[in-house]
């Protein structure tokens, strides 16, 4: 089972975002028959193997073993990974529309929160090590200084791609992300 499955399919999302189906795919956290999530559940064992078909259509479960019991086949089903993540393509875009990639725009943004998220639940979390960091901060800005702060931080961030843009060692990713603080957050 994996730890995180990434889905940027809407069809997956669909079928994720239903809560009987939810409530199905946490009981099949380990293998399990339908009858098994019926009882657990207090639902029939038909309504539970309609949900289950629709979780391994979309590659949300899968069969791991099948007996057979009183002559019919009875399978046993888990849910593929531990935890699933949507992608922002799915849930942070209107109109399915991407916006221009200029680096300044919050269209942008979102495309390289995107990225970032497809490439952490791409890595191999049963490595011994992943070597990496996370930083957040807060930085005020006056208006008449944004443009200043802007150019500093590309030219300080050119700097180390520079100076660490060779050809040899390991390969790593930055991504930086800066945006508005929302009034929500605001002290």
Known sequence: MRDVLYLEEISQAEILLKPQRVEVLRQLAEPRTCTEV?????????????????????GLAEQVSARRVRGISEGSY????????????????LGGLRRARDELSLGHLLDLMEEVQADVAALDRSAPELPS??????????????????ADLRTTLQELFTRYGGAEGDAFKLALACYPKGE???D
């Open 133 to 150: 960091i996370g930083v957040s901060g807060e930085i005020r800005v006056p208006a008449e200084r944004r443009q200043e702060f802007l």
């Open 78 to 93: 888990q849910a593929v990974a531990r935890s699933y993540w949507l992608s922002p393509r799915l849930v942070g875009r």
């Open 184 to 186: 929500e957050d605001r």
């Open 38 to 58: 019926a009882t657990r559940l207090g639902q029939t064992p038909q309504r539970v193997y309609y949900h289950v078909k629709q979780l391994v259509a979309a």
